[in-house]
């Protein structure tokens, strides 16, 4: 998979306590970090992340309406409890975690910036000794199964990634090298000294379900990824429900050869340069350029390369701005509130379904499914001063 990461722009909202820029393309702080997708149709290796500094904007609170626990006690060490909700997102809700989901337990200070813990949350499909996580950066290269190592203590990074392995002791294509299961997924993230930035990410595919929750040290406190309903199910029906859920179009995303390793994104199963559904939004895209008296050039195959309007390239996955006055002729956004509501999204063909069903499956309905999936506050992105640690919980 090839990589696009950005330096110096961060294409995410920054989510943190003092107020900002929202918005694709916002600065965050002054660190070079992993931006959004260069061309916003590729899909590939796409997703924000985030700058080294100390962080711009506010944008929607990751917040999950009281979900992270359900009431700040037992056993999941809240630090306070239900987070607030706010921004566009502040109607969404969950169903809390189920008892035990965020073990923060155990957990050994950190010497460097902050301590990562790994979960076993496959539902018993997999034994500790058969998850594995493994981080490189530099001179750094750790691979370890959740039991042998559960935690690592994370040191300042950017652009980086912690991949997730699902290997078991008699698969014989990963047993001497559990990085080679067709089973896996990752978090990516830029990490400063005193900062965590970073995002779950469905950019690319879904191949295994992962959720992360950060803590900070003045109680912040938020979770991303997969709902806990997801998580509680098997793998297989989450593939069933992803192809009864979406059109005809998008179904061979969750199907093989993808299935059953991934869902992959629309522009690797057909929407591509040569695909069936290369000119799949030509028809929305005719109606957004007459409407707004657009000048620029139109996108490519699968909408792609509008990398330098990122609000446009959101407004043709969502299906959204067909209406005179909601681009300027060069497809800058004029309107304002065209982010306000997400009820708004996907309401009609032609959109991007793959990116409305992880949505519809997120934590607060925070996701990755297309590169400028920030744009309006609504990806998987966080952004927090002084963390202390992040929990990583790995489904089947």
Sequence with gaps: MRSLWLTAIVSAVALGCSGGSTGAGAAAGAG????????????????????????AGTGALDAQAGALDGSGG??????????????????????????????????????NVMMFKFLNRTNGKYADAEVYWSFKSGSISETHSIAEQPTYDMPAN??????????????????????????FDFIEHTIGAHQYNGNTTRVDAFGIKVAIRLHCSDGYDVAVGEDYATFQEDRAVTFQRFVD??????????????????????????FGQGGANANYYAPFVDALWSANGMTIAKPGPNASGLGANPDLSAAIYRHV??????????GK???????????????????DYYAQFWHANALGGKAYGFPYDDVGGYSSYISHSNPQYLLVAIGW
């Design 245 to 270: 859920a979406v059109p005809a179009e998008f179904k061979p995303l969750a199907q093989p050869p993808n299935a059953p390793y991934r869902i992959v994104q629309p522009g690797a199963a057909g």
């Design 32 to 55: 070079s970090g992993a931006g959004s997708g260069a061309d916003a149709g590729a899909g590939a290796d796409a997703s924000a992340g985030a700058g080294a500094g100390a962080g």
């Design 333 to 351: 956004l004029t309107n304002q509130k065209l982010w306000s509501d997400s009820g708004t999204f996907y309401t009609a063909a032609p959109a």
């Design 321 to 330: 701005g067909a209406v005179a006055g909601t681009f300027s002729a060069a």
């Design 74 to 111: 037992g056993p999941f060490d809240a630090g306070g409890g239900a987070s607030s909700v706010d921004g566009a997102l502040a109607t969404a809700t969950d169903a809390a975690a189920p008892v035990g989901f965020w073990d923060s337990t155990n957990l050994p200070a950190a010497k």
């Design 158 to 183: 950017s652009a980086g990634r912690v991949y997730f392995y699902l290997c078991a002791a008699a698969d014989t294509t990963c047993a001497g090298d559990p990085t080679k299961s067709k089973y």
